[in-house]
Every structure is written in C-alpha cells, then in structure tokens.
C-alpha cells in the first residue's frame, strides 16, 4: 500500500501536530510518501527523521507571510504561489500513484489541497483528512487579511466534508466541524510516550541529587506566550532576591527564538 501525507510541514517538522503525525505512522506496514509546502529541516537532535520513501516540496521560501509585508505576501501566496504549489502536487502524485492520501489542510497548503483533492485529481483515490488547526487561529486575519483567512477556512471544511474518512484534534473541534460540514468525524489519536522516553527520564531520575540551582521543567506547548512571559518575570523577580533557578523545557517546540527566552 503506497501512503502519502500532504500537508503544510515536512516530515522532520518541529511541534505537536508532527509529532503526532509521526507517532501514528509507527510500523505503518506499506510505503510513505510526503508532499509538503516546507522544505525538511537539518538533522537535528530531539527530530527523527520520518522514514519516508520520497519527499516533495514546493517551499515559496521567503514569500511566507510572516512577520514584513504580510499582507502583500499573503496575496502573492494566493495569486501566484498556490497555482505553482498545486501543479508540484499534481505532479508527484502522478508519479507515486498512491492508493491514499492523507490530507492534512493546514496553513497555506490548504489551498494547493483544495484545487488539487477536489477539483483536479488524477485518479480516484482514497482521502483521509485531519483538521489539528484552523486558519484563523494565531492572528492570522490581521496578518494575511480577513478575506484569504475566510477562503482558507472555507476550503479546509470543504475537505473536511469531502473526505472518505475524517478526523480533528479535539471533541470541541469534532462538534463544530459537524455543525459546519455535517460530516461525523471521528478524534484524532494524541501523543503518548514511547519507549525511548521512559528511557530518557529513568535516565535523569537515576542521576545523582544536585546540590545547585533549582530546576524547574516544563513538559509540553506553549499555547498562551503573554502569560508565559509574565510566568518568567516573577521568576527574573525570584533570581534578584539570590535564589538561583533553572527553567527547562521538553517539548516538540524550540523556544530559543522567544523574547522571554534566557540562554545561560
């Protein structure tokens, strides 16, 4: 059976939802191919590489709406990225035949799902759709403008209702896609812990007590950064009085980038 995974993020991608994606695709007895709209990161520690047959991009690199320019970006994304991203996609499921695809409409690579899963696919085939987040989430409708949000979020539910088969991160999300679409949804599978974790922690656990700073760890996402940033003031507050203290992370996301980040 020959798989391929068509989403917004690489295989190696950073973050929950392809670490999710990985996890489900443990001893998947067939062939897995993945189409993209990012390129593969580096080989970084923390990231295993998803072992994958072939990988296919279509990276607009620089013209990701991001933090300059976003509205003009995000028109170009729509007006001449989209055309170029659906024809790469057409073009590697020519030359893979899958016997399915999973979709996964996230971001920008909805638009290339849409055009090509619904409105130009070769041959037909079998479609699975998750839904781990939707386009209006993020600021994005300040960012890129409300009227693409509107049309990326439209298309996602058309996937969504359109699919052999469906599902969504959260109940929440189950019901309000239904509501929306009409289409009955099952809950997507969440990350667990594998072997190679208990390993990692019965690792730390074994090493002798420190008698240094206080560490504190936080295990998972960040999904609210302006109380998380309040979070690291009080304990700026907490360093000036003496006490040495210690934030670390494990998580699927590097926060390095971060304002509130501190590095020693």
Known sequence: MKLLVATDFPPNARGGGPAVIRQ?????????YWWSCRRSLARTSGVPPQPVLEHAHASPRRLFPQKRLTRWKA?????????????????????????????????????PLYRVLLRETPS?????ATIQDFPDIHHHGADWGPKIVSTLAHQQEALYANADSADATSLPMLNFL???????????????????????????????????PIRIAYAGTILVDPE?????????????????????FWSAHTYSARPWFRQE
């Open 24 to 32: 489900m695709l443990r001893s998947f007895p067939g062939q897995i």
């Open 75 to 111: 028109i170009a994304m729509r007006t001449l990225w989209a055309p170029y991203a659906a024809h790469s996609l057409t073009n590697f499921l020519r030359k893979i035949s899958p016997d399915c695809v999973w979709a996964i409409p996230h971001d920008w690579s909805i638009l």
């Open 124 to 128: 037909p085939l079998h479609l699975h």
């Open 178 to 212: 239904q509501k929306r679409t009409g289409k009955e949804g099952v809950q997507m599978l969440h990350a667990g812990l594998e072997s190679e974790d208990f390993h990692f922690l019965e690792t730390l656990a074994s090493m002798p007590p420190s008698t240094g």
């Open 228 to 248: 998380f940033s309040f979070f690291t003031q009080l304990l700026e507050k907490i360093r000036v009085l003496g006490v040495d203290l210690q934030l670390e």
